[in-house]
Antibody
Framework: QLQLQESGSGLVKPSQTLSLTCAVS??????????WSWIRQPPGKGLEWIGY???????YYNPSLKSRVTISVDRSKNQFSLKLSSVTAADTAVYYC????????????WGQGTMVTVSS | EIVLTQSPDFQSVTPKEKVTITCRAS??????LHWYQQKPDQSPKLLIK???QSISGVPSRFSGSGSGTDFTLTINSLEAEDAATYYC?????????FGPGTKVDIK
């Protein structure tokens, strides 16, 4: 049973860079046919898709965040990562990693989420 | 960007009642519409994929229908454990987007 687990700093200062990692267990991140996404949810609000990295390494970012986002993969550690630069209070949210079954599919597996607060 | 709208925003329902949630897309997305259930302090859970395809382990009282721009999630005979917020999500075109959510409360 594939599982995802987010980790990273829970508190980030304004203007700094948020860094999170999603560890994949029970399967390989290099398996073909899947993409790996980051999704966030501000407190009490809805879901916002941040971007994905495909098993080939190609990426796509939400244009609303594109200038500040980098998603990368570390195949040796079977994990993928999110970096969001120049954060503000508006970036305070629960951040989820999720697997999408093929480009244009549903998010069938989610991590439990990690809360990130942007505050000085 | 494709915008998804959901109705209603909130619904208070008696157990065993039937619940219908609609999701409308700002342009045609074929059947690339998926539904999720999110309970408080939990991550979203996939309920229905590609508008009407069932997911293993999801109770049969959950069903989906629709194509193009109009979609429906139906919960037949609501149970207390179904209290949650329900989101639709389109994967037809990038960026992927979600609806604003429908909160279902149990009377």
């Amino acid at each position: 049973q594939l599982q995802l687990q987010e980790s990273g700093s829970g508190l980030v200062k304004p203007s700094q860079t948020l860094s999170l990692t999603c560890a994949v267990s029970g399967g390989s991140i290099s398996s073909g046919g899947y993409s790996w996404s980051w999704i966030r949810q501000p407190p009490g609000k809805g879901l916002e898709w941040i971007g994905y990295i495909y098993h080939s390494g190609s990426t796509y970012y939400n244009p609303s965040l594109k200038s500040r986002v980098t998603i990368s993969v570390d195949r040796s550690k079977n994990q993928f990562s999110l970096k969001l630069s120049s954060v503000t209070a508006a970036d305070t949210a629960v951040y989820y990693c999720a697997r999408e079954a093929g480009l244009g599919g549903a998010f069938d597996i989610w991590g439990q989420g990690t809360m990130v607060t942007v505050s000085s | 960007e494709i915008v998804l709208t959901q109705s209603p925003d909130f619904q208070s329902v008696t157990p065993k009642e039937k619940v219908t949630i609609t999701c409308r897309a700002s342009q045609s997305i074929g059947s690339s519409l998926h539904w999720y259930q999110q309970k408080p302090d939990q991550s979203p859970k996939l309920l229905i994929k590609y508008a009407s395809q069932s997911i293993s382990g999801v109770p049969s009282r959950f069903s989906g229908s629709g194509s193009g721009t109009d979609f429906t999630l139906t919960i037949n005979s609501l149970e207390a454990e179904d209290a949650a917020t329900y989101y639709c999500h389109q994967s037809s075109s990038l960026p992927f987007t979600f609806g604003p959510g429908t909160k279902v409360d149990i009377k």
